[in-house]
Every structure is written in structure tokens, then in C-alpha cells.
């Protein structure tokens, strides 16, 4: 004998599968779109009055992408990004006879300028666990939220260049998703879905690369310098991304309590690791630290840490 229960459930999934397919073939525009049609919101996304302020962002956001693209394509710029799919295939074709001397620009200690480093570093030895805080708040993504990111197609050395990063960053991206945070970073085809974009930065002297942490913009930059592919360096873009990842879920560098006092507040969550991915150690490493302390701040359900408030973001995607 069937469960009614049951049986009722079963007649609405299939109400609400019907709709969805109903939508979708007749919408030829965006999931927020098919969402709409559906009378409901946006996975990761606010309902009532802060949903509807959030699309609204959106909208903007995508009309000021369509501008900037008008522009650079008035200035023959290129601002198309790269197709994930078309990447990982032609990466795979490549990677077998991508040497590191196939992509090493010149000659080359880590260092990225997220958070200026100061010239007296302390070294391995001293005290350095998680470290957070930024002016006054601790920025984060909200849970259960997806951070969008692109990859610029132009700009780049070579192709091979843009291809190696994108690939690169997106295995960095896998290692941090493996973790379970409730936040997830996703490779896109279209700036215009992107919560931030990877570029070329050129000669940045010193540093690898430069990230930013979690804000509610509508468009973030990540940049990866010159001296990231140069000998010594390139082989390590995985170990640089991680690290880089780290500050866009909103960590901080370990050094920041004794070297970075000039932005406000710090907090110390979990126990100090000077081999942590968010130290200056090459090549940076995800520390079982990382992982456990990482997760443990995401999970945190409180306003406050230690005097500080928590401030969650949802990506403007």
C-alpha cells in the first residue's frame, strides 16, 4: 500500500519539474529570469525586499558591463573571457609538452600585495592560525552562497599564459571547495556572472599576485604578476592561487598582527601555524590547520568575534 504522504510529495516534485522545464524553454534569458518565472529566488540569494534589492544590483551591475564592453571594443581592447570548457580541454591537449621553460618570462620569496609586507619579516620561527579583520569588520561570504569567477582571455603574455592560470586557479578553487565551507567558487563563461575576474598585471616587480577580500562590488579583480610565471615561480601558480583564495574567502596574512597593524582590528581564530597557506612560506601549502579552522570560522554563527563584528556578503555574482 503507498504512503498519501509520499505520493503527494511525489505529485508536487513533479509539478514543480514541470514548471521548471516550462520555463526554461520558454525563457530564453538568465536563471535569475527562470527563478522569477518560478516565484522564487535565487539560490544563495535574499527573498523579499533585500532579493529584490540584490537584483536590482545585478541588472546595474550587467548594464555596466555592457558599457565598459562597448567602450574597450570602441578602444579595439579585448575584455572577452576565457570558456572554461574550451580551457580544460585544450589544457589537458598541452599540458603533456607545457614545460615550465614553455612559460617562464625571465628571472625571478613570495609575495603578494592584498596586504603590503613589511621589509623586516618575521621569520619561520616566530609566532604566526587563521588571522582576520579589515578596518573594523570581518568580511566573509555568506553561507550557502557560490563566489562566480572569470578569467580574462586578453592581456596576457601568450595564450598558453592565460590558459596555464585559468587552469591553475580553478584547481586551487576545487581544493578550497573540497573543504565544505558553505561558500563555493565556480569557473563562468560570462563576465557579466562573475563575483571577480582573473587578469595579467604585467611587471609588478616583486610580487606574484593580488586578490582582494569579501565585499558586496560588482566586480572584483585578481591579478597575477610577471615574476608568477618566471623560473622557480611558474610550477607553484597552484600553491599562489591557494594562498590567494584564501584572502577572497576573508583571511588574512599571518604576519598581520606584528606587520599589519595600519587596517584595523585583528582577530586571531584556532591556533597560529607558520607553515599556514596565508604565510609568506614558498610554495604556500594547505595546512590541516587551514582546513580545520577555515571551516570552523565559516560555521561560526555569532555576531561578534572577540569585540569584532562578523559582516557576511553575498556575492554579487
Known amino acids: ?47 523579499g525586499v533585500e532579493g529584490e534589492e540584490m537584483r536590482s544590483q545585478r541588472t546595474a551591475k550587467r548594464k555596466k558591463i555592457k558599457e565598459m564592453k562597448d567602450r574597450m571594443k570602441d578602444r579595439n581592447q579585448d575584455v572577452s573571457v576565457l570558456d572554461p570548457d574550451q580551457v580544460r580541454q585544450t589544457f589537458q591537449g598541452l599540458e603533456p609538452t607545457l614545460s615550465k621553460s614553455d612559460l617562464a618570462i625571465g628571472e625571478g620569496k613570495y609575495s603578494c600585495v592584498t596586504q603590503a609586507q613589511s621589509s623586516d619579516m618575521p621569520t619561520s620561527s616566530d609566532p604566526t592560525s587563521i588571522i582576520l579583520g579589515l578596518y573594523g569588520t570581518i568580511p566573509r561570504w555568506k553561507r550557502n552562497t557560490t563566489v562566480n569567477f572569470a578569467v580574462y582571455a586578453g592581456g596576457w603574455p601568450t595564450y598558453n599564459h ?8 580553478n584547481e586551487a578553487a576545487t581544493t578550497w571547495n573540497s573543504l565544505n565551507l558553505g561558500v563555493k567558487f565556480t569557473w563562468v563563461s ?128
Open 190 to 317: 560570462a563576465l557579466e556572472d562573475a563575483c571577480f575576474v582573473l587578469g595579467y598585471g604585467g611587471d609588478g616587480g616583486d610580487t606574484l599576485a593580488r586578490a582582494f577580500f569579501p565585499n558586496s562590488k560588482d566586480l572584483n579583480n585578481m591579478y597575477v604578476y610577471l615574476k608568477a610565471f618566471q623560473s622557480g615561480y611558474v610550477n607553484y601558480l597552484y600553491n599562489v592561487f591557494l594562498h590567494e583564495l584564501g584572502h577572497v574567502l576573508g583571511l588574512r596574512h599571518e604576519f598581520a598582527p606584528e606587520k599589519e597593524q595600519g587596517s584595523g582590528p585583528l582577530v586571531v581564530w584556532g591556533i597560529r601555524n607558520p607553515l599556514s597557506v596565508m604565510s609568506y612560506t614558498f610554495p604556500p601549502l594547505l595546512q590541516p590547520s587551514d582546513r580545520t579552522d577555515t571551516k570552523s570560522f565559516y560555521a561560526y554563527t555569532g555576531a561578534m568575534i572577540q569585540s569584532v563584528s562578523v559582516q557576511d556578503f553575498y556575492p554579487n555574482n
Open 162 to 169: 592565460a590558459i596555464f592560470a585559468a587552469y591553475r586557479l
Open 1 to 47: 500500500m503507498s504512503d498519501p504522504k509520499q505520493s503527494e510529495e511525489n505529485q508536487s516534485m513533479k509539478k514543480l519539474l514541470g514548471a521548471l522545464k516550462d520555463a526554461v524553454s520558454e525563457s530564453g534569458d538568465d536563471w535569475e529570469n527562470i527563478i522569477q518565472k518560478l516565484g522564487g529566488s535565487d539560490i544563495g540569494s535574499p527573498s
